[in-house]
């Protein structure tokens, strides 16, 4: 009996250190906000929902330490995020949920502006959607002629070094958006976004068959994990 209520006693000194801890990091959030916070911190409290009664803090570390930042956790798939101890489908649900609301507050900051002008945005918008990604993915920023943003969409995706693009396609969904110009973007899991002659090709086939339409492609934009590459940039288009 004393044995089991030790037992008893310690969990609750435990629940009640836990439930100090959490109180403490999210008086500290209200008080100085995110950039105070270190990034285990910070994916602390974004699991507390998700993991009520479980010590936070070393799942987090742990999370970081397999993935290597804290965005990479938010791009994570969801297969690999549960192979963290502590880590289950509600888990999994608050980090993705995390990365939607960060895309969908970056996509509405961008639509309303000219992307030419806003191209750090730009480049940090598709970074966050695609950069983490281990499959590779193809994507196209429709633009009217303002260069605003009229559809970001995700036009193939592929395994982990290609993507097939059917240029004819990528042509007629931009005609039905009445788009004037398309900023093209894929990624390459490898982590290296140095484009290829694959790559060049395909670009070069894209710009030969707009430009009779009246469409202007601006740029094809490379992202992998933590770098990207312009084509304009690099004198490619």
């Not at 803090?57 to 999370?63: D, E, G, H, S, V």
């Not at 993935?67 to 289950?88: C, Q, T």
């Not at 196209?140 to 605003?148: E, M, P, Q, V």
Request: overall charge positive.
């Amino acid at each position: 009996m004393a044995h089991r209520q030790a037992g008893f006693a310690e969990r609750n000194i435990k629940s009640d250190d836990r439930a100090g801890h959490r109180e403490r990091l999210r008086e500290r959030f209200r008080k100085t906000g995110e950039s105070a916070l270190p990034d285990y911190e910070l994916l602390e409290l974004l699991l507390f929902s998700a993991l009520p009664r479980r010590d936070t803090k070393p799942i987090a570390k742990a999370l970081l330490k397999r993935f290597g930042s804290f965005s990479a956790v938010l791009s994570a798939p969801r297969a690999r995020l549960k192979e963290i101890d502590g880590i289950g489908d509600m888990a999994v649900d608050a980090i993705h949920i995390a990365l939607a609301v960060a895309i969908r507050h970056t996509r509405e900051d961008i639509r309303d502006r000219q992307l030419l002008d806003s191209w750090s945005k730009v480049i940090a918008y598709v970074q966050g959607i695609m950069g983490h990604s281990e499959i590779e993915q193809f994507r196209i920023l429709f633009l009217d002629k303002k260069n605003g943003l009229i559809a970001d969409e995700q036009q193939q995706q592929g395994t982990v070094d290609h993507t097939p693009v059917y240029p004819r396609e990528v042509m007629r969904r931009a005609l039905e958006l009445q788009a004037t110009a398309m900023i093209l973007v894929h990624n390459h899991p490898s982590g290296d976004p140095t484009p290829s002659h694959a790559d060049i090709t395909m670009t070069r086939q894209l710009i030969d068959i707009a430009k009779p339409l009246g469409i202007e492609i601006h740029d094809h934009i490379i992202v992998a994990r933590h770098a990207h590459v312009s084509f304009r940039g690099m004198q490619l288009i």
